[in-house]
């Protein structure tokens, strides 16, 4: 997710009407995840309509219908913006609006870090950082391409991954 509206809940950035029912939001959490459902009948989400989710973080969401538009207002995020990167498995994104690699999303990666992306009809592709390189393989050594709104896997192998950047509208 890349807004910071404040306003980060579960109903707030999904409101009573704005998704199909019984679309499904998967967040990754330490040991596995939450899963909270929209049902038209309540209306609402449940089991935690206040679940948050943090600037740069990231969740699945499963659709079952047909496509839906969000749109997210809010202030972008500036100065120094760092996320946490705890070991093994974390859900990650850029915390300003745009389609960028890794590396100028800020992600500072340890030797044998690995990233997972997800492309709906493709599937996922994985990347992997060595040192010696250096540089994410396969591909561009700056890292695969996070389209805008997305997230990814980051798999903190080495213990000492991190994401920093500093970003300012000018």
Known sequence: LVVDAGQDTLANLFPPGSVPNYTTVY?????GYTINTYYTDLPGWDPNPNETFD???G?????PAAAFDITWVGEVAQGTLVNT?????TMQS???PQTTNLTTIG???G???TVYTHDPVAGYSIYTYYTDL??????????????????FFYLNNSGSGAISRDFTIE
Do not use: E, M, R
Request: aromatic share 12%.
């Open 59 to 63: 969740a699945f969401i499963y659709n």
């Open 111 to 113: 030797n044998y870090d």
């Open 27 to 31: 967040k990754l959490t330490p040991g």
């Open 94 to 96: 850029s915390q300003v």
């Open 85 to 89: 990167v705890g070991a093994g498995f």
């Open 55 to 57: 600037l740069g973080g």
């Open 134 to 151: 250096p540089g994410w393989d396969p591909g561009d050594a700056a890292g695969p391409t996070i389209p805008l709104g997305s997230a």
């Open 107 to 109: 992600v500072q990666p």
